[in-house]
């Protein structure tokens, strides 16, 4: 244990230093903990620091092996781990009561366990994670955020709440467990790839209607895919095991189709009220289809001017008509469909066939302003008539 003893320099700054040539703490005048670590690694090897307060920093040794111990009931504010190294040896153990983050913003944690009761700011880390290991007195319900790739174990000994995410913005090579049921999403940015594990996400229980898993979850990119041999288990062992993209159990891997809006492969109509649902506001959408809410731009901007809107609903229409399941925008005609090539009766029978009863007021408010806002006197025609056919 550290022994820690206050110095007063002013009025209104404290100093709280230890005795020990490693490192210092300081008590600022905002009343946060700042902790900085020299570089030695027999310091740190089996090192115990129990710090109660706020703890905004911590950085620790750069090659070194080290093991830090932070406990206590009174951690509010941000943990902020600075250089968490990529050490084999590096041991990071963290029991925080109350509120705040957990940040490792600089490296690679070669292994970090935490267990908290509430950490309302999740846990985020910039780099690569080797080993990690979260436990909490209660159902998980806050975030994890990990910038680089995971290649070792990952697990979550309690559930993921709806509402809640770890999100992945590299691939996952390594395993991915949830030791009860999932609520929230799993998202991966980049690829799952086959590794050193049975199952690359293993979901101990089940997935619930809220939870959902996406692979290239922020959009189809080339070379991010769900790779062959990659594993997905949900039950345990003797569960369901799934290699590939599964709608109807919210297990994505994200298709290159624009405008596949439901994220089954194909454009049709089965996309056009999922369509619409984005149209009218992200939230609908996603709570609709967890787990396609990272890629809902990427599939329903048909224009490719970066927005999902009005404009979109010529191009979206034509891919439907002509079944077009490419990832280029221009690739499928595309054309305005006020240019003739199609007949207002079947487009407005296209939506009412495959429009929900709210589906349809909403695309008629969508329409209006659609229509208000078209770039030619054709355009504006075609699907005034449109508009009018749905109304009836």
Known sequence: MVRLHPKRSSAHHVHYTWD?????????????????????????????????????????????????????????????????????????????????????????????????????????????????????????????????????????????????????????????????????????????????????????????????????????????????????????????????????????EITPCKGDMNNDGSVNGFDVDPFVLALAGATGYASAYPGLAGSMVFHGDLNCDGNLNGFDVDPFTDRVIESCCLATCGSCGDGLLGGGSHDPATIADLFKDNLSEGGLGVFLNILDDMIASADSETVAEFWTIVRDLLAS
């Not at 619930?208 to 997905?232: E, K, P, R």
């Open 20 to 252: 020990s040539q490693f490192g210092f703490l300081t008590l600022r005048d905002d009343g946060t903990w700042v902790i900085r670590y020299q570089n030695n690694n027999s310091f740190f090897a089996g090192s115990a620091i129990d710090i109660p307060g706020v703890l905004t920093t911590l950085n620790a040794g750069h090659g070194q092996a080290f093991h830090v111990r932070l406990e206590g009931r009174d951690i509010l504010g941000t943990v902020d781990l600075d250089r968490l190294n990529a050490s084999p040896f590096g041991d990071l153990y963290l029991r925080l009561e109350q509120g705040g983050a957990v940040k490792a913003l600089v490296g690679a944690a070669s292994m970090l366990r935490m267990t908290w009761s509430e950490i309302p700011g999740g846990i985020t880390s910039a780099g690569n994670l080797q080993v990690a290991e979260v436990y909490s007195h209660a159902t998980f319900g806050y975030g994890v955020n990990i910038g680089g790739n995971v290649a070792g174990q990952f697990r979550i000994y309690e559930d993921i709440e709806n509402g809640s995410a770890v999100s992945i913005a590299g691939n996952l090579s390594g395993e991915l467990r949830v030791n009860r049921y999932l609520a929230g999403e799993i998202r991966i940015n980049g690829s799952l790839i086959d590794g050193s594990y049975a199952n690359e996400i293993r979901i101990e229980n089940d997935i619930l209607s809220t939870g959902a898993i996406a692979v290239d979850y922020n959009g189809w990119q080339s070379g991010d895919d769900w790779q062959s041999g990659a594993h997905v288990l949900v039950g345990g062992d003797g569960g369901a095991v799934y290699t590939s993209n599964t709608p109807s159990e919210r297990i994505w």
